[in-house]
C-alpha cells in the first residue's frame, strides 16, 4: 500500500491550496481516508476524514474552511483548502484505516503517506 500526497506549497493568508492523495494497493471504497498535519513544534493532529458513502468529519479549527472529497473513479481524494491561515502551516499527511468508519481516530490509520509541506505566510 502506497500514499501519495501532492499539491503543497507556499500560499499568503486567505489563499487557497488543494491537496490530492493517490493511493496505490487499495481501494477508497474499502477504506476511511484522512488527512493529518503536524505543524512545528505541535503533535500530528487530524483534520478531516471522509467515508466510503462521503460522510465527513473536521476538526473545529477548519470548519468552514476546509472541505474533504473523493472521486472513486480516479481513486483520489482531496483536501481543499480555503482562508487559509498562518497557524494551517505544516506537513500535511494522506492516511487510510481499514474496516469500520474511523473518523478522526488517528490511532485506527495504519497506512500513511510520506506528507507535503504547505506554509502559510
Known amino acids: 500500500v502506497q500514499l501519495v500526497e501532492s499539491g503543497g506549497g507556499s500560499v499568503q493568508t486567505g489563499g487557497s491550496l488543494r491537496l490530492s492523495c493517490a493511493p496505490s494497493?487499495?481501494?477508497?471504497?474499502?477504506?476511511?481516508m484522512a488527512w493529518f498535519r503536524q505543524s512545528p513544534g505541535k503533535e500530528r493532529e487530524a483534520v478531516a476524514a471522509?467515508?466510503?458513502?462521503?460522510?465527513?468529519a473536521y476538526t473545529d479549527s477548519v470548519k468552514g474552511r476546509f472541505t474533504i472529497s473523493q472521486d472513486k473513479s480516479k481513486k483520489t481524494v482531496y483536501l481543499q483548502m480555503t482562508k487559509l491561515e498562518v497557524e494551517d502551516t505544516g506537513i500535511y499527511y494522506c492516511?487510510?484505516?481499514?474496516?469500520?468508519?474511523?473518523?478522526?481516530?488517528?490511532?485506527?490509520?495504519?497506512?500513511w503517506g510520506q506528507g507535503t509541506q504547505v506554509t502559510v505566510s
Open positions: 471522509i467515508r466510503r458513502d462521503d460522510l465527513t
Open positions: 492516511a487510510a484505516a481499514p474496516g469500520a468508519w474511523a473518523e478522526l481516530n488517528q490511532p485506527k490509520y495504519t497506512y
Open positions: 494497493g487499495l481501494s477508497v471504497s474499502d477504506f476511511s
